[in-house]
């Protein structure tokens, strides 16, 4: 599934050889066959204002929205696990799944970064492809809400994949609930949290304070998920078994 492939380079952090090849993501979502007219149209757009803006300019609006604070996060076990020692053990099974598909990355990368997942799912066949992301659909609902809050376009990333899904989202409800959501990427926002994690490093030791702290958050990502009545484990494994002959969907 090609589309994929698109969605996930228009996800990752924009650099120029992105802007330059407008045209050629343009063309291949044209020809894609999964997608439905209106998203591929939606998708475009977002490509044409996506790539005709200054390169600094889209560079420092997706460290904005993505690397700073949590609530939109790539990272999908971020969402999950939040940064308990759970976390830790769903990667190394993550890895395990890429492994015994013949996947190999780079050992800066993590394996939960949603681009790279989707990079990994562009070459599997499409019913695997289908129940994996209906797997995630309530990080990727939660993820469109936000953006949407924000206004941002990236929001047409996450509403594409979710139309691949085929899982109903109860977008005004979860709109309604995002809407209560503090931010957490104001410079307060940010300090309290710094605050936060230095208290119990001094107070427990470093070995303590990674286990506290990990607590800490992972209470904190569960609130969070729990009031939008979406949270639901993560299953690595789908049920769906690979084609006896190897064929991936295109």
């Keep these: 599934m090609r589309n994929l492939k698109i969605i996930s380079a228009l996800m990752d952090y924009p650099e120029a050889e992105l802007l330059e090849g407008r045209q050629e993501l343009i063309d291949e979502l044209r020809d894609d066959v999964f997608l439905e007219e209106p998203q591929k149209a939606s998708l475009i757009e977002f490509i044409d204002q996506l790539c005709t803006s200054d390169l600094l300019d889209v560079q420092e609006e997706y460290v904005s929205l993505f690397d700073r604070g949590r609530s939109h996060s790539l990272l999908l076990f971020e969402h999950v696990h939040g940064e308990s020692r759970d976390r830790g053990q769903a990667m190394v099974d993550l890895m395990s799944v890429y492994e015994k598909q013949g996947f190999e990355i780079s050992q800066r990368e993590l394996p939960d970064y949603i681009p790279l997942f989707l990079e990994f799912l562009s070459i599997r066949p499409e019913q695997e492809v289908r129940q994996w992301l209906a797997d995630i659909s309530h990080i990727l609902a939660l993820l469109e809400a936000r953006l949407h ?6 929001a047409v990333l996450f509403e594409a994949l979710l139309s691949l899904t085929g899982v109903v989202v109860e977008r005004e409800e ?14 307060e926002a940010l300090d309290k949290v710094w605050e936060e994690e ?9 070995q303590d ?13 569960r609130r969070e998920l729990d009031s939008v009545d979406i949270a639901k484990p993560l299953h690595i494994q789908p049920s769906v078994q690979p084609s006896p002959t190897g064929t991936t969907g295109s």
Excluded: H, N
């Design 209 to 221: 304070s990674a286990s506290s702290c990990g607590d800490s958050l992972l209470t904190q990502r």
């Design 174 to 187: 979860l709109k309604e609930k995002v809407a209560s959501e503090a931010r957490d990427d104001t410079p």
């Design 149 to 154: 809050k924000r206004e941002s376009g990236y």
């Design 198 to 206: 230095m208290v119990r490093f001094t107070e427990g030791g470093a």
